[in-house]
């Protein structure tokens, strides 16, 4: 479990960029990263940390940061007993295993890495999504289809919204069309 990967998108649907950095210790995976970004004519800042069991289900997510002038402080737990936001219980989120952070494309690496799928190979999951800007967090089904060794067919909404994913070795996309790409 001692593999590190760092990279940076540039979002293509707004100004902006993003980076993280990937790494491993014996209790699990930790997604390290900050996204800088104009929303709505606003600057923003927000900065996260993911913490993922072994198995890459996440187990603890804090964010902070800026839209505008408003200050976002977010953390939120999951484990056997529910999902937690703020230290207030959500309801609606049985089988949830992942977080879907809205605004970034690096929790698609999550169910990437778990799933670990073959060529041909599909599979649906159940993550939580934390909507942006509102920050609102509700139960978001997707599914996974392998491609090819480099492309990944993400499905969400029953299939409304569609997206060959380009990845790397990693399992980190490097092409989300009409949102982010790999800063070269």
Known sequence: MEEEHSII???LDMPGHESVRIYGDPDGWYLDGAAVFLYDGQACRLEYLIQCDPDWQTTFVTIDGWIGDEAVEVEISASDDGWYFNEEEVAGLEG?????LNFSPVTNLLP???LNLAVGESKSVRAAWLRFPSFDLEVLDQNYTRVDANTIRYESRDGQFTA???????????????????ET
């Not at 949830?96 to 879907?100: G, L, P």
């Not at 060959?164 to 790999?182: F, H, M, Q, R, S």
């Open 9 to 11: 998108w540039r979002r």
């Open 96 to 100: 949830c295993v992942d977080i879907d």
């Open 112 to 114: 990437i890495r778990r």
């Open 164 to 182: 060959e994913l380009k990845i790397n070795e990693a399992g980190l996309v490097t092409d989300y069309p009409g949102y982010w790409t790999l």
